[in-house]
Nanobody, 111 residues
């Protein structure tokens, strides 16, 4: 079983930056495909970025502004978010795939 804990969310002005972290415990996630999802108020969950042995991929809405990375030694996933827009207001979740584990989420508010 994997436990994921996100941190780093908060309130930021339009154009600002935040760095989200997701620390995994229970087992190593080095070999997992790791993803960031987000859910805006009243909306469904949206895949934002993913990282795996095949590289990284991003939603069109965040390309060029967000960067996903991982520190295998720390068993931690990151999401650097730059030039944030109001549409970035959401709860952000880190996720492992196959099997799927979700963190509890961290709130990001852009205004």
């Amino acid at each position: 079983h994997v436990q994921l804990v996100e941190s780093g969310g908060g309130s930021v002005e339009v154009g600002g930056s935040l760095r989200l972290s997701c620390t995994a415990s229970g087992r190593t996630v080095i070999n997992y495909c790791l993803l960031w999802f987000r859910q805006a108020p009243g909306e469904g969950r949206e895949g934002v970025a993913r990282i795996s042995g095949m590289g990284t991929r991003y939603a069109d809405s965040v390309k060029g502004r967000f960067t996903i990375s991982q520190d295998n030694a720390k068993n931690t996933l990151y999401l650097q978010m730059n030039n944030l827009k109001p549409a970035g207001t959401a709860v952000y979740y880190c996720v492992t795939s196959a099997p799927s584990y979700w963190g509890q989420g961290t709130q990001v508010t852009v205004s």
